[in-house]
């Protein structure tokens, strides 16, 4: 079983940047693809970024060239590094990390979320 912790979201401008933190636990996920994904109110929730075990990543439209995923074997944990945020990055951020074995069993975690606002 694996848990997983966000941390990092809070309230800022327009124009600035937020780290956030997804920190694994109970089992190692450095062979899991890991993403971020969020949620705006009445809206489904979406994939921002994500990266595979291979360091391999794919970025939405919307956040490209604003913002980057990246992990920490190590300290089996990913991160989001936000910047040039607007209104419409507002949203409920999760992670999730995912991992299928060749037999097609399929593990899934999700985070219990971090609430970001950019509002002047």
């Known amino acids: 079983q694996v848990q997983l912790v966000e941390s990092g979201g809070g309230l800022v401008q327009p124009g600035g940047s937020l780290r956030l933190s997804c920190a694994a636990s109970?089992?190692?996920?450095?062979?899991?693809?890991l993403g971020w994904y969020r949620q705006a109110p009445g809206k489904e929730r979406k994939l921002v970024a994500r990266i595979t075990s291979d360091g391999n990543t794919n970025y939405a439209d919307s956040v490209k060239g604003r913002f980057t995923i990246s992990r920490d074997n190590a300290k089996n944990t990913m991160y989001l590094q936000m910047n040039s945020l607007k209104p419409e990055d507002t949203a409920v951020y999760y992670c999730?990390?995912?991992?299928?074995?060749?037999?097609?069993?399929?593990?899934?975690?999700w985070g219990q979320g971090t609430q970001v606002t950019v509002s002047s």
């Open positions: 999730k990390a995912d991992l299928t074995l060749t037999d097609a069993t399929t593990y899934t975690y």
């Open positions: 109970g089992h190692s996920v450095s062979n899991y693809a």
